[in-house]
Every structure is written in C-alpha cells, then in structure tokens.
C-alpha cells in the first residue's frame, strides 16, 4: 500500500531526494539537508505546508488572469512588498538565511533562497518561474513565450534589464568585463542546491564552525562528486577535528583524483605526517 505523500519527505533522507535526478526539489533537498546538517529535530513535511499555506494566501492577491509576466510581477510585488519577505542585508552571512525553514519563519534571505521561495510558489500558482544563477548573485526569470522579465528577490522583488544584471554582476564579483548572455539561462535545479551548500560552507569554514562544515560539505560531495577539492576540504577538516584516519582517507582520495593538483605536494607531506602520528598511536 503506498503512503500518503505527506508522510513520504520526513521519511526522505537527502541522499534518496538526489536519486531523483533532474526531478530533484530544490525546496525539498533544502529542507532534507537543513535537517541532516544543523537541525535533527526538523519535520520538512510541517514546512512544506506553511510553504503551500503562503501559496494559497497569494492565490488571493495574485490575479488568475493575465500574462505570465505580470502575474509574476504581481507575485513579486506582493512577497516582497506586504509579505513581509526581504534580503537580509544586516547579516548577510547568518546561516539561517540558507535554511528555507528558518527563511519561512523569519522572512530573511540570501538571493538564492529568496529565488527558490519565489520559484516554489510561483509553481503553485501556474507561474512559469525558474531560477537564474548570475555569478555573484542570483535572480529569477519569468518566461511568457519569448518574452522574458528577470525578477530580483533579495532587492524587493523589482524587474530587471541587462544593464542591470550587468551591474548585479559586477557588484558582486568585481567583473569587469564583457555581460555573458548565457548567465541569464535557467539554472538546472542540481547546480541551484550545490550552490547553497557551498553558500553555508562559506558561512561555517569562516566562523570556524568545523562540525557543520563538515557536515555541509558531505553533503556537497554527493551533490558534486567530480570536485576533488570536497574531498581535500573534508580531510583538512577531519584533520582539525582530530580524526587522523578519516582525514588520511578523505585526502587519498583527492591525491587519487587530482595528483597534479597545486597543492598536491603539499597535501601529500600532511597525509604522510598524519600516517606517521597514526603509527604511533597504535
């Protein structure tokens, strides 16, 4: 007998959301993943219908006619605007700006998870909504035919032209340089859940949280399993959290995959020091 569909996600871990392929919920593997990494008490099946009851408020306010370009700068003038939902701009580095059950609660975010609240619940409401990695920053579009309107959450949800993307980039980055058009391509849901891991282990490797980090990036290796550098990041952390063995694994592993690496040498002499401790201890 199969389950009611509400039960089946508490029952998810984030490894199994990944099976799914090009299927994968960016909103679901992010609720997977916050409780895998810094909330265990977590129930995704109770924030997803705090998620569905903020989509059926917008059907309300959101007109069930029109272009989709201007029901979808509708949806962006009314979770930006009345809401209540903003960029946090005072703390921009909190990692609760990366866990979308604390961005629900309290209505802060990064781009990118702003984009993905957007997104979700553009999808209820029959807007065609996807998200728009644009380096440094992330935004979405809205397609109606081959006219598109990009959106940007975290600056009130406002409409937004080339130069300004342009800018957004160049803000962000500092690029310079000539406007690549296929940043404004849809950005594969995959690469949208890398993209936030990577956001927190940034957040935790600079506040020297190790544990999480670690945890943050496990998770990023199953994402990304082609980037050696998980790997060499998961051995440096075991290494400070004192586990020599896991740490001499994870870095035979980088050393496998990437024996050319800058740092390979480097990576190599710390691996040999930790085979040597390991020795004695035994």
């Given at each position: ?64 006619t029109g272009s989709q370009r201007d029901r979808g700068a509708a949806l ?207």
């Open positions: 007998m199969r389950r009611p569909a509400k039960a089946m996600l508490n029952e998810r871990t984030f490894a199994q959301e990944l099976e799914l392929g090009e299927t994968i919920s960016p909103v679901r593997a992010n609720l997977l993943f916050a409780r895998e990494i810094a909330y265990p008490a977590l129930e995704p099946d109770v924030v997803l219908r705090d998620l569905e009851a903020l989509a059926r408020i917008a059907t309300e306010v959101v007109p069930i962006a003038e009314w979770l930006f605007g009345p809401a209540g939902f903003r960029g946090d701009r005072d703390n921009y580095q909190d990692p609760r700006n990366s866990y979308l059950n604390e961005v629900l609660g309290r209505k802060l975010g990064l781009p990118i998870t702003l984009s993905v609240v957007f997104v979700a619940i553009a999808e209820r409401l029959g807007i065609r909504a996807q998200g728009v990695g644009l380096p440094g920053h992330f935004i979405v579009q809205v397609a109606d035919g081959e006219q598109v309107i990009y959106l940007d959450p975290f600056n009130g949800g406002g409409a937004l032209g080339l130069a300004d993307c342009e800018r957004l980039v160049s803000e962000s980055t500092g690029f310079q340089g000539t406007f690549d058009r296929r940043w404004l391509k849809p950005t594969p849901a995959v690469e949208i859940v890398g993209r936030m891991l990577n956001n927190l282990r940034n957040v935790y490797t600079q506040a020297d949280e190790w544990v999480l980090a670690r945890r943050t990036i496990e998770r990023l290796v199953l994402v990304q399993p082609d980037v050696g550098s998980h790997r060499r990041d998961l051995g440096l952390i075991h290494y400070r959290l004192g586990e020599r063995g896991r740490a001499s694994q994870e870095l035979a592993v980088y050393l496998a995959t990437s024996p050319t690496a800058d740092d390979a040498d480097q990576i190599r002499d710390l691996r040999e020091q930790m085979l040597i401790e390991l020795g004695r201890l035994n």
